[in-house]
């Protein structure tokens, strides 16, 4: 029988740790790492850009839409609505990239979009535009919420109130809704219109490239963050 030493145990133990402290120390080769970064970036690249194709491939759009024209006549260059068109915003870290989005408060699609779109607004500035797309409650809840001296939180009860059973959303009167009300909730239907909307929900994105995305409510988490320049490649 082969008899091994406590001290011939800890003298092997000793030089094993060293052989592999030395390894570890030993600098990775300029190239090998900058290979390295370069696949992960390329990867990275290619697995945003199919995202953001297969986003484009859920929207239906008229033939004669463009992005940039719908986005403008929305928001001017200030950030503020235009062609007295009125919105909803929410507070977060200032120079936001910002997305125009218009939802009908009457669309479950437009409420689950919305629901995704609270965990996102400290980085994307939203300016969501309630249409009366769907009929006269939508058109009353919309006007409700634009008359709200808060209109985050009526936004906010609408989303929550609409997704209970039995329940279409936030309560209105229709003879306390004011004319300036009803004129905004009016002009944010006309103007999506006139600039060849045909379905809610609905928006655009000025992205980090300059380029204007079109999306509506998407499949999954992953798709969403790809759209707003917010995620990196698994």
């Not at 484009?56 to 235009?82: C, S």
């Not at 062609?83 to 939802?103: E, K, L, N, Q």
């Not at 409650?137 to 997704?163: H, K, W, Y």
Request: charged content about 25%; proline content about 6%; some cysteine.
């Amino acid at each position: 029988m082969i008899e091994i030493s406590r001290r011939k145990l800890l003298a092997a133990g000793a030089a094993g740790a060293a052989a592999a402290g030395a390894a570890e120390a030993l600098p990775t080769r300029p190239w090998i790492r900058y290979q390295a970064e370069r696949a992960t970036a390329n990867a990275r690249a290619r697995w945003r850009a199919d995202m953001i194709r297969e986003t484009y491939r859920m929207v239906w759009v008229a033939p004669d839409w463009n992005a940039k024209e719908m986005f403008e006549a929305f928001i001017g260059p200030d950030g503020i609505p235009t062609h007295g068109a009125a919105c909803v915003t929410y507070p977060g870290d200032p120079g936001r990239r910002m997305a125009f989005v218009a939802i009908d408060t009457q669309d479950p699609n437009s409420i689950t979009m919305l629901r995704t779109f609270k965990k996102l607004s400290h980085l994307i500035d939203f300016h969501i535009f309630p249409l009366a797309f769907l009929g006269p409650v939508s058109e009353f809840q919309g006007a409700t919420i634009l008359g709200a001296p808060n209109r985050a939180l009526a936004m906010d009860d609408q989303i929550t109130l609409f997704s209970q059973k039995g329940s279409n959303g936030i309560e209105y009167d229709v003879s306390r809704i004011s004319e300036d009300s009803e004129r905004k909730i009016w002009a944010n239907t006309n103007l999506f219109r006139a600039t060849r909307g045909v379905d809610v929900p609905f928006g655009v994105y000025l992205g980090m490239d300059g380029g204007y995305r079109p999306f509506n409510n998407q499949p999954d988490w992953d798709h969403y963050l790809a759209l707003f320049d917010l995620v990196k490649a698994k």
